[in-house]
């Protein structure tokens, strides 16, 4: 029998009536004679709310009983929605992620899955029942809770989805599909229909929301195909699935941005390189996202982080102070990046100069620009996002109307 693994967003379980409208989702793909395992959010900005209920007890609060909090929006969910098919008459069982047998390394606040012992999912599928999982959560190895990182239930579905051997796996959200770029800053948008494992995730790991990028990632290991639809309307919504090729003529399939960035200097440091190498090896292991780099004649070690990793950083930056030996620090906030994704952008310069040229003639001015293999980035200030992001999209054909004319 095929199994399915379908994802609700908050959003779409924000209320008990948007909670039974998933129901009904549900049962049409329980009532087609599918497997199916479902995945869920905290309802709405349940999340947020609990973050903001800690600052009213403590700055500095432990990662342990963060995601004991945290954990608990997810929970809400399951056992409503599974309710909610038991009353449409459905045999339905909630599972929280230990439950669920998800194992996760014992990083707080942003755990990776290990593995999934899929047993107790399965024994009740065989005895036809319809599992909910709670997202975003797992186990450590010494039996604590852990969460995955903001917007981890993707991650939760995919992961399962892979274990499982899901013939699919679908995340229904409050958009209709994976866009050129964010549609509510840039109207002209358009929706991409089919797209790679590797385009969604250099889309995804350069800030496209739309989708967790690690899910990306469990989701291609077994070569599940991903679907991202909407919760409210009908429609095709996006694929993803299979290798990457040339969606139009434009060697840039997106314009993605993360806005909340910071930026950290570290003054006459003693040894630049030997800074950098071990801050890398630090990140990495708290699984912190950062750009690092050197200015080399001035001893200067820069960092951009998003602001959410701020606070930890800092921490750590001043516990090693001594050992890494700089003077000072001076710290940016209000600063954007803007990236343009595609593949081999490093071998196509002129996508690096244009994307400059394009910026300064609208007034945007670049602090930084930096390239990867999958991406060119600019660093701006935030205020001018909104004019950065409609006039590379623009610049680089993806305008909606510009792809109608390519296409015929
Ligand atoms: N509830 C978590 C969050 O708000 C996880 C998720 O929604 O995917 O980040
Ligand atoms: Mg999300």
Redesign the pocket.
């Known amino acids: 029998m095929s199994t399915i693994v379908q994802k609700f967003?908050?959003t779409s379980v924000g209320s008990t009536e948007r909670i039974k409208r998933m129901a009904d989702r549900v049962i049409q793909e329980k009532e087609k004679g599918h497997d199916v395992v479902v995945v869920v959010?905290?309802m709405g900005k349940?999340?947020?709310a609990l973050v903001k209920l800690v600052s009213d007890i403590t700055s500095e609060p432990s990662k342990r009983e963060m995601d004991m909090l945290?954990s608990t929006?997810?929970q809400v969910t399951i056992s409503l929605l599974t309710m909610a098919l038991q009353q449409q008459g459905l045999e339905a069982i909630s599972f929280t992620g230990w439950q669920a047998g998800i194992q996760t390394d014992s990083v707080l606040g942003n755990a990776h899955i290990q593995s999934i012992d899929t047993k107790r999912i399965r024994n009740e599928l065989n005895h036809g029942k319809v599992v909910v999982v709670a997202?975003?959560q797992g186990v450590t190895e010494d039996g604590d809770i852990s969460t995955l990182g903001?917007?981890?239930?993707?991650i939760t579905a995919a992961a399962l989805a892979s274990a499982l051997k899901a013939d699919r796996c679908d995340i229904y959200t409050d958009v209709d599909g994976v866009y050129t770029s964010d549609p509510r800053f840039v109207p002209k948008a358009s929706k991409i229909t089919s797209l790679s494992y590797e385009d969604m995730q250099n889309l995804a790991s350069m800030g496209a929301g739309v989708l967790?990028p690690r899910a990306v990632k469990h989701a291609k290991k077994f070569g599940i195909p991903l679907y991202i639809k909407s919760s409210f309307e009908k429609g095709r919504g996006t694929k993803i699935h299979g290798k990457a090729k040339q969606i139009g003529s434009s060697p840039v399939i997106g314009v993605t941005f993360e806005k909340d960035i910071n930026r950290v200097e570290m003054f006459d440091c003693e040894d630049v390189e030997g800074f950098r190498k071990a801050l890398m090896c630090e990140l990495a292991s708290r699984h912190i996202q950062a750009d690092v780099y050197t200015q080399g004649c001035r001893n200067i070690l820069s960092l951009l982080i998003k602001e959410q990793d701020l606070q930890e950083v800092l921490f750590i930056l001043e516990n090693k102070k001594d050992r890494w030996k700089y003077s000072r620090i001076e710290q940016r906030s209000s600063l954007s990046k803007v990236s343009a994704i595609g593949q081999n952008m490093k071998a196509q310069p002129e996508i690096k100069i244009g994307m400059c040229k394009m910026l300064l003639e609208n007034a945007v001015r670049v602090k930084l620009v930096g390239e990867s293999s999958i991406s060119v980035t600019a660093v701006i200030e935030k205020t001018h996002i909104q004019t950065a992001l409609e006039c590379l999209h623009s610049g680089f054909g993806l305008d909606y109307e510009d792809k109608m004319k390519a296409s015929v």
């Open positions: 967003g908050g959010s905290a349940t999340t947020d945290l929006g997810e997202g975003f903001r917007g981890g239930s993707d967790h």
